[in-house]
């Protein structure tokens, strides 16, 4: 695929994820991914797929494997922090969220991820919810 065209792809594909049509979504970012496997936007973007279809473990690898590829992305750490916070994994949702920030100081989202992850971590210790 051109790298034009899988610009023009992925730009649908998130258009199209948006309007909840997550199975095309999800088509769009494979065909870009078999142009190119290691398009970290196309692999992140799967994962937030992966994550509305309920698929968290799924959403989980893909969103750590975008992290991988591009680690300054704070976008991409502050969505891992909300794959982790559906996850009840507080600690770490707490950690993927303060590193957002760190990459992007003036992130609003991430700091709501944070306050999220700071109040599940809070209700753990009160009801013995683990995290």
Do not use: W
């Not at 973007?45 to 992290?67: C, H, N, T």
């Not at 600690?91 to 990459?103: K, N, P, R, T, Y």
């Amino acid at each position: 695929m051109h790298p034009i065209e899988a610009d023009a792809t992925l730009k649908l594909a998130k258009t199209t994820l948006r309007s909840g049509k997550v199975a095309e979504a999800e088509a769009m970012y494979r065909k870009v991914l078999d142009g190119n496997p290691h398009c970290a936007e196309a692999i992140h973007f799967l994962g937030l797929a992966a994550m509305q279809r309920g698929k968290l473990d799924e959403a989980l690898k893909l969103v750590r494997k975008s992290i991988e590829l591009e680690p300054k992305q704070a976008d991409y750490h502050n969505n891992l922090a909300t794959v982790l916070g559906r996850m009840n994994r507080s600690v770490e949702a707490l950690g993927a969220s303060q590193q957002a920030i760190d990459l992007n100081a003036d992130f609003p989202e991430a700091y709501g991820n944070k306050g999220v992850a700071l109040t599940l971590k809070q209700l753990s210790r009160v009801d013995g919810f683990r995290t």
